[in-house]
């Protein structure tokens, strides 16, 4: 199963986002800003661990087709 374009690039920008979140909470003056960009950190690791889950569905869904047509082995 190949990689799609677009995911890696979604990828990467939110992979940016949750370093930028991990900055935005290490300067933080205040509780608010630090506990948003812990959030942000957050949300943006939940969001690549799905893709990497979605990619994987997508291949197993894949490989039990070709099985179901009988050209697997």
Aim: negative net charge; aromatic residues 6%; charged residues 20%.
């Amino acid at each position: 199963m190949r990689i799609e374009t677009s995911d890696v690039v979604i990828g990467v920008m939110v992979v940016m986002l949750g370093l930028l979140g991990l900055t935005a909470a290490a300067h933080a003056h205040d509780d608010e800003m630090y506990v948003f960009g812990l959030a942000l950190a957050g949300f943006a690791g939940a969001f690549v661990i799905g893709q990497i889950r979605r990619h994987y569905d997508r291949a197993e869904a894949a490989r039990r087709a070709l099985r179901a047509e009988g050209t697997a082995p």
